[in-house]
């Protein structure tokens, strides 16, 4: 059973819904993350900001996270052409969670990562029709004894239960 996630990058953007508790400046950010503050200034006159880092004194979560995505390709060693090759298909502003995307060198674009919290049934069952075709027979029987002793447990079966409490 192979699951169809929708890998849109889009579903990664950060919007600012609401102004953070303790926003960031843009200057500790830079210094966070090792990026010189002088290129910060270069990426928005390039338009790969939407805002002037300088004229900007706290910045809220979608300006944060734009900063960071960004600028983490210049600090990786990007280019303004390598910048304009790995940015070319996402839209701006490039306010993008970095703990939620990756570019796929072989296709050439960017994508979400996996959630292993979005659909654990479908993972299990891909995890089991591995085992199976692995021909892992001891640990499908170790889950099925697990199996049996969950349900047992969710079904409020005593019989077992009274055989384990001390007398």
């Not at 843009?26 to 910060?40: F, S």
């Not at 993008?96 to 995307?101: E, N, P, S, V």
């Not at 697990?146 to 384990?164: I, V």
């Amino acid at each position: 059973m192979n699951i169809t996630i929708d890998d849109n990058p889009e579903l990664a953007r950060v919007i600012a819904a609401q102004q953070l508790l303790f926003p960031a400046n843009p200057r500790a950010v830079c210094e966070q993350m090792g990026l010189n503050w002088w290129a910060a200034l270069k990426l928005y006159e390039d338009g790969w900001l939407s805002y002037s880092p300088a004229n900007t004194r706290r910045l809220d979560e979608a300006q944060e996270a734009e900063l960071r995505f960004v600028g983490s390709l210049v600090v990786a060693g990007c280019d303004r052409g390598m910048l304009a090759i790995l940015l070319s298909e996402l839209s701006k502003p490039y306010a993008y969670d970095t703990a939620r995307l990756y570019f796929d060198w072989a296709t050439r674009r960017w994508r979400l990562l996996p959630d292993p919290h979005a659909h654990p049934e479908a993972l299990f069952t891909d995890w089991l029709d591995n085992l199976v075709a692995q021909g892992e027979i001891s640990s499908l029987t170790g889950i099925l004894e697990l199996g049996q002793d969950a349900l047992s447990r969710a079904r409020g079966d005593t019989s077992q239960a009274e055989y384990e409490r001390p007398a």
